[in-house]
């Protein structure tokens, strides 16, 4: 951007997005920059935010199409490959001028085949790294996960050091293992000629997600969703451009002998949320939605014990082994939607300089109106479920079990 120019805007971003881009002055950013899993709802804002902060090409990697309202901008090239193919990581790598790759592609969530999570999280980790380092690239910031430190104990406001270490003994499922594996190599990589940092958001949300919001309301229209356990449960949540925030301002942060080199990082929305905690009631502010959609309110509904649901839990879990069908409620998802899991990020604010760019109450209330605008129109009237997954998360699920399939 030149002298005071206004920085270019994504055309599907909000009114709050627009003006978190036009709030003030943001580092620089690196001219080329690269995003794999860049079509995701993270990786599709974080291309969008690069460009709205100067970079001058950025190069998405995802293995779909980007999506209908996908910014066509001059500055931004959509390819479509597959992470865990070596031959194509490596020409898109071997693009010149690269200075930084975000690395976002992932199979996300408990719903994949297991087959799956090692292919596109670990191997596919190990396929950047290999061919970054080969052609020269000096910066990887790697999007990593909370889970990879869950034993299903609370996580109640600890900070990075304070949880439980790499590797663990044992994983809730099988995405936390894969990821976990993939950023031991990515920290393992860090060097002096190759420097990397992960960062991990909690519980992300925003217009145009995918997979979180969808998937719960899909099930509250159903009629099928219920508050878990006493439903007080303390968690926090990301708005998708504060994750993105943090993953741009980390490539800031390598340099040599910076503290982030390496390391690990959460950022959330922290003290904007309620209160001025780092935290939320999560089901209270869920039912918000709920009833913003016009659903039943969930505190109007019988409560499910958690000793119940975890039964219910296993034998989900044993009927879709045998029927060869993915179900929603399984015992990884139960402890997650009773336990305490909230983040101090001091470590974030003080290494990265992480603030969040949009507070919590406003980013919350305009994504269910988005949600309420954009979402609800769209929904058949025999859609979503207790057992099932939301149609355009299993639509992504097919395409890269088969894509990884092809590679194999």
Known sequence: MAGDDPPPLAPASTPLQRAAALSGRYPPVPDVCVVTGGTGFVGTRLVEMLVERGATRVVSFDVVPPPDDAWRHPNIEWRVGDITDPS???????????KCVWHNAAAVGPFHPKSLYAMVNHQGTINVIESARRHGIKKLVFSSSPSTRFTGEDVDGLTEDEMPKLPLGKYMQAYAETKAMAEMEVSGACDGDFMTVSVAPHQ????????FLPNLLEAAKSGKLRVFGDGENRICFTHVDNYCHGLIIAERALYPESPALGRFYIVTDGKTHPNGEQYLIFWRELDVAVRAMGFVSLWDKVRLPRGLLMCLASICEVLGRILGITMKLNKFNVTVLTMHRWFDIKAAEE???????IGYREGWDETIEWFRSNWLPKQRTNSGGILGIATATQEKIDIQDMSAKKVR
């Open 88 to 98: 194509a990581v490596d020409d898109l790598l071997s693009i010149a001028g690269i």
């Open 204 to 211: 992300v949300y925003g217009p145009r997600d995918n997979l």
């Open 351 to 357: 290494d990265l300089g992480f603030k969040p760019i």
